[in-house]
């Protein structure tokens, strides 16, 4: 960088510039006006060394200046003072546009420091956002990367897992297709088995069923001696509980509160078996009152036994399935108190003799006692169909008691049905009247399903015998109810199936 001096600067003596530079020429300097030229931007240790040589320069100048004037004034000592005058103004006003000037050039370089300062920094800020660019692009390439990656990771454990829930599922499949292929294995084995056992208890039950039969059908007199038997058993309960509990006023006033709280169980008896079952087991409370007290206990039971008959007389004529749920609660006392078949046997018998299979004529009075007949309130004795129908509905309950539990209680059995049908058969045809065809097409309907179920061929031999054999041998009678019987075993024979009394609801 060079610098020249101002054109209006003035020498002592008064010379113009030019008049000056050509008296007083400048050796080696040339100073002009130059804008500096910049190549790049100057650094702070750079412009100090400029600041230094500029101060050198000058300094340099300044004395060569000094030592010109300084000859000058040897040359001319009359305008000595007037040239240091001047020397001293001129160096005044040259000090103080230099200083201006470096003023001036300390604000550019200042400038120019700031300039650079300034594009540094927004330098720096550019590369900063770069950098920050940069490092979100690399953010979210590693983002979507690992997306990717967590993407394939997803699929491939689903197709591991579909992959192993397949291999599963096939295993499943071959482990339901091999307990499938041995359960019908064992179920093969075990209806072979079962039909086997069935075959000689069959065989057993058939040759047993003969027996009776055989006795049933010789030995009438035996049967006669049963129903003496239990007509004085209800003799004996009239005795015994019944008339030594009416003499006592104390007892007779509890077992009538007794007999007020179970005498209307009889009438909540319904279709649904968990309802009978309650009400079965609040009769059993009731009844458990009783035991502390063996008179009062015995008289419960009885009367039980009778309202258990009644009910049958009255209720079952009206709705046949009424049966069952009376056939459930008689069951269910039997097993709790192993007394009551005493009492409930001989009510059976007193008012339906043919569940015994005994049969007598009835043209005498005391004929009609024995099978149970009843007068009216003209002292007449009941009509034929109300008889029948009577009977029949304590034959209904009894019938569906054969089959209701395997406990098998006395006549409540498997046995005692087949025994009642091969007497009722085995009964001498002059006795034979409606009644027995009555009975016989109840039993059909409440228990010949289930009898067939047990018994198998043989069962099926006895009861196509009677509703056909047995109705033809009498079929000049016309019995009403005798039809009826044979249209129940054409039904069967037709459908394969016996349509019985409607099963309880749970």
Known sequence: MRFALPDELDYPGGYASTQLLVKYPVCDATIEPLGPRVTKPPSRDDVNVMYNLINAQTNEWMKHKAR????????GAASFQHIQDQYDSTIQLLSDKFNTRIQLQNQQV????????????LAQEAERRRLEEEARRKRLEQERLQREEEE???????RQKAEQERLEAERKQREAEEKRRKEEQRKREEAARLKAEQAESEKQRAEQLKKEQEQATTNFKAIEEQFFKYKQDIQDIKTQVVAP?????????????????INPKFGQLSNSLSHTRTVSMEVYNLVVATQSNELVYKWILNFIAKAIIDQAETEVIVRPFAARPLATLAYFLLEKFPDFEYFLTARFIKKCPYILGYTCSIDSEEGRKRMGWKRNQDNKWEDDVKYDERVGGICTVWSVMTHESNAQIGIYSNASSWQFVARMLNTDLNLIRNTHFELLANWWEAAGGDFANRYGNQSKKLMFTMAGVFVDAVASKRFPAAARLRLLGEEWQSRGTIQGLKQMEN
């Open 245 to 261: 509990l009416d003499g006592n006023k104390e007892l007779k006033k509890q077992v009538n509160q007794y007999k007020r709280k």
């Open 110 to 121: 200042e400038k120019v420091i700031q300039d650079e300062k300034t594009r540094i920094r």
């Open 152 to 158: 394939r990771r997803r699929k491939e454990e689903a």
């Open 68 to 75: 010109e004037m300084a000859k000058q004034q040897t040359d």
